[in-house]
Every structure is written in structure tokens, then in C-alpha cells.
DNA sequence: TATATTTGCAAGCACCTACTTGCGTATCAT
DNA sequence: ATGATACGCAAGTAGGTGCTTGCAAATATA
């Protein structure tokens, strides 16, 4: 059992996430961002160690301030494994859907041996 | 600090991606499943019951077997939250991909309140 | 009926996780 | 220089997670 440190593992928690969409709308240091909180600032200090190490996050000292902006790219790769699972939730023009993220996306979708990834 | 059981911390677990990856072709029994991977019965029984908890998963009894199939419409969920950071990995025809999105989808997307509900 | 198959349940274990409190250090303001 | 501010590091803890082995129950097959 190895440790993983993956964006869906960093993803799972809800706290996280919050965190997560705070800096999404603005860079934020590490106080602001546990001021909102109720845990310790200590417990939201290592919230963001785990997501800085998975690259949802990029820590930039400034003088004595941390500030933590999102950097979600990583997020497509979430995106692309729940995308092939699409046609479960709807049924409505997946066709176009699909092709839009084919065809235009940056990221290739369907890349294919996500799906026996677990070993 | 209470359990969670969500969709989230669900496919946390790469093992459980690669069930629903296994059922989703496919309904399979429990043993068929524990027979693709090198942990234990009971093992993989476990990740099956999580699964089934938080509705990924459907258990059928058929005789002493138990079939499981793939019921993905929660990763809608999961979906919905990764989208809305979508503009952060493409900037392609994000306005149209939203608009089928929001427009032709089952789900509502953007129901808004995920954001800062990590308490 | 005897035996094999499919499966759940329970106990136990090592490790991970989310959290806390206490303390030290660098930076900024006065 | 002095004190406040922003922050990391370290130690400690309760409970969760992923896993194992052993055993029992239900169903199928001979």
C-alpha cells in the first residue's frame, strides 16, 4: 500500500474543495484562507501542502505572506475519467457533446487505459 | 471529524476507479471482480459495498451470486463541480461547451452552494 | 445427501488522515 | 530595537482506511 498523493485523492475532501474555490476567485495568502475556516490554521496549512503537491495550487511567497493561487489544469484529468462515463447521467445529445471535447479540447479525451488503471 | 461517504471520496480510491471501469462494460458478480486484482475477496467486497453506498453501484441477488452493475449518474456531481474550473485547463469554446451544458443536460448544472460547503 | 461454489461477517493489523497545541522564525510596522 | 504578524515545523491523538485471515451461511452441482 503505497501512499498516493493524486488529484482525486486531493479532491475527496471537502474542505479541500472549499479551499479549492476560494483561491479559484482570488489568490489568497494562508491566513485569509484559514480565517475562513473553523479548523486550525495548522490543519489548513497542510490542506494546501497536499494540494500545492499535486499542482492544484501554486504557493508564492511574498515577503512573509504564502499566497496560494489555483492552478487547476489538473482538474481535466478528474474531467476526462468522468467524462467517458457521460452517457450514465444523460442521454441528450451526447453525440455533440462528445465531439466537442474530441475535437476542441486542449486535452485529448478517451486517451484510453485509464479505465484497468487500478491495477 | 464524521465519516464522509461521498461520491468523491469514492473514486478517491483507484481500485474502486477500476471496478466501476470493470462494471460499467459490464455487469459483473463479486468473484468475476475480485478475480481482476490481487487483493482479497474481501478486499474488493468492501470497495463494492462503499461503492453501492453512495449509489455508483447496484447489487442484485441472483442466486448465490450477486451481480453488481454500474449506475454513474451521481458522477454527475463530480462533473458539475469539475466543470465550473473548466476555463482553468481549456479556453476553447468554453462559452458553447457551457451553453450545452447548462442548456441540454438533466442535471442542473451550476446549482451553485458546492462552492463553499466545506463547512 | 455430500460437496463445491459464492458470498458475507467479524476480528485484527499497519498505516494514513485530519486535527490539535506548542514553539520557533522570518518579516513588517512602530 | 520591540512588538505584532504570518507562517512552518514537530509531536501527539482519535479515528478512518485498506487489507488480511478465519469462519459460517446460502445456493448450486454431483
Known amino acids: 500500500m503505497e501512499t498516493r498523493r493524486d488529484v482525486f485523492q ?37 490542506h494546501l501542502k497536499i494540494l500545492a503537491e499535486c499542482g492544484l495550487l501554486q504557493i508564492k511567497q511574498q515577503g512573509r505572506e504564502r499566497i496560494c ?10 474531467n476526462r475519467w468522468v467524462s467517458q462515463y457521460r452517457k450514465f447521467w444523460t442521454n441528450k445529445l451526447d453525440a455533440l457533446e462528445n465531439y466537442l471535447d474530441t475535437t ?9 487505459g485509464e479505465n484497468i488503471e487500478g491495477k
Chains 1, 2 share one sequence.
Do not use: Y
Open 10 to 46: 486531493a479532491i475527496a475532501d471537502p474542505t479541500r474543495r472549499a479551499i479549492l474555490g476560494m483561491v479559484a476567485k482570488e489568490a489568497t495568502n494562508v491566513n485569509a484562507i484559514a480565517g475562513q475556516f473553523e479548523v486550525s490554521r495548522q490543519a489548513i496549512s497542510l
Open 69 to 78: 493561487e489555483a492552478r487547476l489544469e489538473n482538474l481535466a484529468e478528474v
Open 104 to 112: 476542441f479540447s486542449t486535452d485529448s479525451h478517451e486517451k484510453s
